[in-house]
């Protein structure tokens, strides 16, 4: 289903599929050596989905699946992104667009600290209720917000409990590809606007404008594989504000991640063979930001 202005989804069904399809990444990411993702939780929710061909990925431990591929990148990605939480320490953590992940059941995190999550009121309802039938227990405080990014969820935020005053780790894991340049440089106001000095933010980018065709370009091999839907027919490449550059002119400090070189070095799981737009994602699209001023 190709992405329109307001549009909604479920679990199986345009952006809602691929944090299916994510989710059944991190499932078999529990096979490869070693295993990045630690998410027990994963191939429960792909099992309540009822996606046959990643229901049939994940029960079969098919390594040679379009899942298992994204296995070899999610798992990276997965664990970047929960040692940002780790090493942040915030007392308050904000998940935007928090899928299917379980980083409130499945993390440590310091004591009397709130993770908020973030997404589309349906996504939500269904990780409630798989979480809910497993009588899964988080291990910190937990707050699941169901609003649309393209709609005032800032607002939904501060009435759900959340404390500007305190300083936030703030995780865009898989999300911005998927917003319109315009609202995505409104969400980075926003998110600004809400951080506390010492507050911290782990992004992953999406495509520049214009490149979003060369992107789709080097991913038919993967889409043959899956029935997942195309990624041009998902993502936006029109114009937005150079993020790096625009918190780093509002007191953030960014550094930019090469996630190929923290694969080999850090994760002892080299990234091989990866398509020219997954091996540019996962060196140049990623970065942490510290707001110190």
């Not at 997965?78 to 040692?83: G, P, S």
Request: net charge negative; charged share 20%.
């Amino acid at each position: 289903m190709a992405r329109s202005a307001g549009d909604d989804w479920d679990i199986v069904t345009s952006v809602g599929y691929t944090a299916l399809a994510v989710c059944a990444a991190r499932a078999l990411d529990a096979a490869l050596d070693p295993p990045l993702a630690n998410d027990e939780f994963a191939a429960g929710f792909v099992a309540a989905a009822g996606e046959p061909n990643l229901a049939a990925a994940v029960t079969n431990t098919d390594l040679s699946s379009a899942a298992a591929f994204n296995a070899q990148w999610v798992g990276v990605r997965t664990r970047f992104f929960d040692d940002f939480f780790t090493d942040a320490g915030a007392p308050q953590a904000v998940i935007l667009a928090a899928g299917l992940d379980c980083r409130a059941y499945r993390l440590a995190w310091p004591a009397g600290s709130t993770v908020f999550e973030v997404d589309q009121p349906r996504v939500i309802e269904f990780k409630h209720r798989v979480l809910e039938q497993r009588g899964a227990v988080p291990t910190t405080g937990r707050v699941a917000i169901a609003v649309d990014l393209r709609e005032d969820w800032a607002a939904a935020l501060s009435a759900a409990g959340f404390d500007p005053g305190q300083p936030t780790a703030w995780a865009l894991e898989g999300l911005l590809p998927y917003l319109p340049g315009a609202a995505q440089d409104a969400l980075f106001e926003k998110l600004h606007e809400l951080s506390a000095i010492g507050s911290h933010i782990a992004a992953e980018l999406g495509p520049d404008p214009g490149e979003l065709k060369e992107w789709a370009d080097s991913f038919p091999t993967i889409d043959q594989l899956s029935t997942q839907p195309p990624i041009a027919e998902l993502w936006y490449d029109d114009p937005r504000v150079d993020t790096k550059d625009w918190l780093g002119q509002r007191g953030w400090s960014v550094t930019g991640v090469d996630l190929v070189a923290k694969a080999a070095n850090d994760y002892g799981r080299p990234l091989e063979g990866l398509p020219p737009a997954f091996d540019r994602l996962m060196r140049a699209k990623f970065f942490t930001a510290t707001r110190t001023h």
